[in-house]
């Protein structure tokens, strides 16, 4: 602006002024009257329309988006195109800028001309600035928010929290031999309704085994969080692990320390599971603590390993859903809700949800709290579940372990999935960490480790994919195989391998194998018996695998003191192992008084269940039929379990000689009982004359 023109712009503003009104009191009166009737609208606002507030926040309910309001919502919006690190672009660089362009405006543009059309560049500028953030408004306001359910990919833990948690918490105790299922069908307590109405039967399996199947995370966090802030790995040795399970406040680093004695009050189950928590390798263990509350036991990722390594480091909105509106009509969208909102089996939102959405979720069906929700999501699609950027949280080596154990249980050949698997379908005979046992297919057999250094440095994979596939008939093992009729894919196999093959670093088992099921302090002789020396010296005494215990000869070499030292230290010249760091003193010396009186099931004695029953159940049948492992429903264990127990009634009634247990020891209207072959002779006859003589508790 030159000196001609400041002075026309002086004279023509003092001339304004002449004509013009006072500040005081004209302009403050009218100021003041739009203030009021303001004022006055506002009030009547907040009377009559109130303000729109939300429920209480609840710090549980992970499924709210918050969101802010309305004149924030572009800024909120532009944050979704810079993910992970890019973020600080979209929430600073950015906004800082613009704030920096509107401060220096005075110092750029010192036109004397206001029209906007004698100034075309800013307001070119402005008019485009404001409707980029319109549009990122508009955009926010039209995208559905995340579907921040879907992050539970456990839909038994779904039901769990939807119908359980808010009575039981997130925990329940279940006693022993619990028909669970038909106490969540029928409901069984006060103010517990029945679910049978409510809840498929699929359900009611999925939501049974999500509440008796203990996760080794869980049971850390409970027993050993509090003392171990950090994840532990005890020296990475599953043996030492189990030293340590088992000695509880007797393990030396303990000393002094409130421990509890986890024997007594942690099941088996639970000590199995934390035990391959602890000893498994850092990949899963990673994966179970930073990524299974979404992705359950694996990721389903079709790229590379290469791709998927950048994916977890970099984070971000990973998952990227088409916006199905493009390819579905309006009626399958409608019917693809409807079927995500309440699935069911057998309609046509099924076979859709198989033919678009399975590639990406699977077998798991996403929730969506209603149709209107579950329609918008799917019709507009987008970018969802946002990943930590795992590259800032992990070290390198734990990056590589993670994605090496994603990448492999992505295809259902991780150590995971082949925990479960060998937990289903091998443990009963192998044991928990592969460490053998008695053989229940042969009796007198023992069953080698199959987690020693020995046997995995002598088998590859494939050796070990053949013998889980084929089976080893000679010894008592079927095939698994789905090809040889078995129950196992090749995937499932593989997981299993994968799972065997992990032991090798660190050796669970060495020779000789111990028992798989230790006995328990209130077992009786003939219990203890059963489950330890039947299967090499004959159930009755009469001799196997090992010698023959009821003889004159062996009672005239072993008086009660010699054959305690013999149980507690073993024989060093056969298989014999020394019993006295699994069996109490007690239980030792009871089983040798119970020993020497043993005269081989003389015949015209009268059957007895606890010397000659419950031994013969105890060697042949154990395995299958126990308290926590009950085929068929039917447990061995004890008196009441063998006479009362079994799916299909009770196995045996009191003097019927066609009860069912007789007939499956029989072969009759089925296959014969135990898998290996019939009982011999004589204590097949047994079994019958107790059944028959009213199958007394003597």
């Not at 509106?325 to 309440?342: C, F, G, H, P």
């Not at 970018?383 to 800032?392: A, E, I, K």
């Not at 070290?395 to 372990?401: D, F, P, R, S, W």
């Not at 249980?409 to 937990?423: D, K, M, N, Q």
């Amino acid at each position: 602006m030159n000196d001609r023109e400041k002075k026309e712009y002086l004279d023509s503003y003092k001339k304004a002024k002449e004509h013009g009104v006072p500040f005081f009191p004209d302009v403050i009166f009218k100021d003041a009257v739009i203030s009021l009737l303001v004022f006055i609208v506002l009030v009547a606002l907040a009377y009559f329309v109130g303000a729109p507030v939300e429920e209480r926040a609840n710090p549980n309910d992970t499924t709210y988006t918050p969101r802010p309001e309305w004149y924030f919502l572009f800024l909120f919006q532009m944050l979704k195109y810079f993910p992970g690190k890019l973020e600080v672009i979209g929430a600073i660089i950015i906004p800082t800028i613009g704030l920096l362009v509107l401060l220096g405006l005075p110092f750029i543009d010192r036109s004397r001309k206001r029209h906007f059309l004698d100034r075309p560049i800013l307001s070119l500028g402005a008019i485009a600035t404001v409707g980029v953030m319109g549009l990122l408004t508009f955009l926010s306001i039209r995208e559905p928010p995340p579907p921040q359910a879907q992050l539970v990919v456990d839909q038994a833990a779904v039901l769990y929290a939807a119908n359980c948690a808010n009575c039981h918490g997130p925990r329940i105790d279940v006693p022993v031999g619990t028909d669970l299922h038909q106490i969540i069908a029928a409901g069984r307590h006060e103010a517990m309704p029945p679910w049978g109405g409510d809840l498929s039967t699929d359900e009611i399996d999925a939501l049974a085994g999500f509440i008796l199947s203990p996760d080794g995370h869980v049971v850390f966090n409970q027993q050993c969080a509090t003392c171990h802030d950090q994840m532990v790995q005890a020296v990475g040795n599953p043996a030492e692990i189990q030293r340590v399970l088992s000695e509880g406040p007797a393990y030396p680093p303990h000393a002094g320390l409130a421990v509890a004695d986890w024997e007594a009050t942690v099941p088996p189950a639970e000590r199995n599971a934390l035990a391959n928590f602890l000893a498994a390798p850092d990949g899963q263990r990673l994966f179970a603590v930073n990524c299974s509350g979404c992705h359950g036991e694996g990721v389903a990722f079709s790229g590379s390993k290469e791709e998927l390594e950048r994916l977890v480091r970099e984070g971000g909105q990973h998952l990227n859903m088409p916006a199905w509106k493009e390819t579905l009509t309006t009626e399958q969208i409608s019917v693809l809700a409807a079927y995500v909102v309440n699935p069911g089996p057998g309609t046509e939102g099924e076979s859709l949800f198989g033919q678009y959405c399975t590639a990406c979720h699977g077998s798991r069906i996403p929730h969506a709290p209603d149709n209107e929700i579950a329609r918008n999501i799917i019709r507009a699609g987008g970018s969802h579940l946002t990943m930590p950027v795992w590259g800032d949280i992990l070290t390198g080596e734990q990056l590589q372990a993670l994605v090496d154990y994603t990448y492999e249980a992505g295809r259902g050949r991780g150590p995971a999935a082949g925990s479960r698997l060998y937990a289903e379908n091998c443990a009963g005979c192998h044991g928990a960490f592969g460490q053998g046992g008695a053989n229940p297919a042969r009796a007198g057999d023992l069953i080698a480790p199959i987690s020693s250094s020995e046997y995995l440095a002598t088998r590859d994979d494939q050796t070990l994919r053949r013998i889980i596939g084929a089976g080893q008939p000679d010894f008592g093992m079927s095939p698994f195989a789905e090809s040889n009729g078995g129950p196992l894919t090749g995937d499932q196999i593989d997981a299993i391998v994968t799972f065997i093959r992990g032991w090798e670093a660190n050796p669970p088992a060495a020779l000789p194998p111990e028992v798989a099921v230790m006995p328990e302090p209130t077992w009786t002789s003939a219990q203890v018996y059963g489950l330890v020396c039947a299967s090499c010296h004959g159930t009755g005494g009469e001799g196997g695998l090992g010698p023959a215990l009821s003889t004159d000869d062996f009672r005239g070499r072993y008086d009660v003191e010699s054959l305690i030292d013999t149980i507690t230290g073993g024989h060093a010249s056969t298989p014999m192992i020394g019993w006295g760091a699994i069996l109490s003193s007690q239980q030792i010396e009871d089983l040798a008084d119970y020993v020497l009186p043993l005269q081989g099931g003389s015949a015209g004695s009268p059957v007895s269940f606890g010397a000659d029953i419950l031994p013969t159940l105890q060697s042949q049948c154990s395995a299958c039929h126990n308290a926590s492992a009950a085929l068929g429903g039917w447990d061995a264990s004890t008196y009441e379990s063998v006479i009362s127990s079994g799916d299909n009634g009770p196995a045996v009634i009191p003097g019927d000689a066609s009860s069912l247990l007789a007939q499956r020891l029989q072969g009759i209207g089925g296959a014969v009982m135990p898998p290996s072959g019939a009982l011999a002779a004589p204590a097949l006859q047994m079994v019958l004359d107790w059944i028959s003589a009213g199958a007394p508790d003597n």
